[in-house]
């Protein structure tokens, strides 16, 4: 008599790597916007009579964009608590035991940072 396993665990992992990718992916497209973003305003800050109209504009648009990105993410997270939410609770009633990993965005992003840090200073003659 073989124990039937569930896909319970799977979902949990598959809603994870979904809700995880959606953080780390939002990051992403928000840097890429920033960077795109901080163009024009560069210019625009650099023409004197209308600097400081463009520098308030800079701002407002800075929280706006942000606000956009932090509300993708936080839907995703309620979203992957919802799913968990509604699966049952204990994987190893169903005799599969828990991941041994969790991805740490934090740890990843210092880590590129460093790499990025290194890369620049190996660059210089």
């Known amino acids: 008599m073989s124990r039937k396993k569930s896909l319970e665990p799977h979902l949990r992992g598959i809603v994870d790597l979904v809700s995880a990718t959606l953080d780390e992916g939002t990051r992403q497209v928000e840097g890429v916007h ?15 009579p209308i600097a400081p109209i463009s520098s308030a504009v800079h701002m407002v648009e800075k929280k706006i964009t942000h606000s956009a990105y932090d509300t993708v993410r936080l839907v995703a997270k309620v979203g992957a608590q919802a799913v968990h939410n509604v699966l049952p609770t204990d994987p190893s009633s169903q005799g599969i035991s828990k991941p041994d990993y969790k991805i740490d965005h934090d740890s990843l992003r210092k880590r590129k940072t460093e790499q990025k840090a290194g890369q620049k200073t190996k660059k210089k003659p």
């Open 34 to 48: 920033r960077r795109i973003a901080d163009i024009p305003f560069s210019v625009l800050k650099k023409i004197r």
